[in-house]
């Protein structure tokens, strides 16, 4: 079965620090994989998105890595702000499939002043 | 980047009503759209594929009958909960397929929170 896991399942940190999550993923042959940031009450907004061949993707202070041989990703946060606390999750779409996308449980990441 | 909208943003109806929740795109024309809901604390689970001009597919255990899902043009698909349920009570979540080149992602809409009294 294919799946996605994250961790840690919430975090908390100060205001100005950095901060990395995980994804681990079964999904093979994968398409892309996708991090997302979801506020509470909204819908999920894209933050970077990769292929298979894609090592690293930034996008402002966030900046997300990609091991194809061991499918593991990971999401850093560089200076941390209080609007980064959100839900962040992870998705990995099949290359079979590739609108069938299968969802993380989240990271939920508080930030504190 | 790409924009989806979703009307309305929050519902309140009584049981046995019908709702209808539209999702559109709004600088981009989608031929599918997806349809999600989401518990509280819990992954987006896939309800329906929403393809314009044709049926939509639903994921298994979704009732076809009790989620109605129209695509009728490139820019909008609606679900409507019908006789709606408490049970229902739920975060509803539209995204749509976007393509530039080779490379394809889905865009979400902000959600409508639907409470079934």
């Known amino acids: 079965k294919n799946q996605v896991e994250q961790s840690p399942q919430s975090l908390i940190i100060l205001e100005g620090k950095n901060c990395t999550l995980q994804c681990n993923y079964t999904v093979s042959p994968f398409s892309n994989l996708r991090w997302y940031k979801q506020d509470t009450g909204r819908g999920p907004v894209s933050l970077t998105i990769?292929?298979?061949?894609?090592n690293t993707k930034s996008n402002g202070r966030y900046t997300a890595t990609l091991d194809a041989d061991t499918k593991q990703s990971s999401l850093h946060i560089t200076a941390s702000q209080l609007s980064d606390s959100a839900s962040y999750i992870c998705v990995v779409s099949d290359l079979y499939n590739t609108d069938k996308l299968i969802f993380g449980t989240g990271t939920r990441l508080q930030v504190f002043p | 980047g790409a924009v989806v909208s979703q009307h309305p943003s929050w519902v309140i109806c009584k049981s046995g009503t019908s709702v209808k929740i539209e999702c559109r795109s709004l600088?981009?024309?989608?031929?599918?759209m997806f349809w999600y809901r989401q518990f509280p604390k819990q992954s987006l689970m896939l309800m329906a594929t929403?393809?314009?001009?044709?049926?939509?597919?639903?994921e298994q255990g979704v009732e076809k009958d009790k989620f109605l899902i129209n695509h009728a043009s490139l820019t909008l698909s609606t679900l409507t909960v019908t006789s709606a349920h408490p049970e229902d009570s739920s975060f509803y979540i539209c995204?749509?397929?976007?393509?530039?080149?080779?490379?394809?992602?889905?865009?979400f809409g902000p959600g409508t929170r639907l409470l079934v009294l």
């Open positions: 600088d981009f024309q989608a031929t599918t």
């Open positions: 995204s749509a397929r976007y393509r530039t080149g080779p490379q394809e992602t889905q865009y």
């Open positions: 929403s393809n314009e001009g044709s049926k939509a597919t639903y």
């Open positions: 990769m292929t298979f061949s894609e």
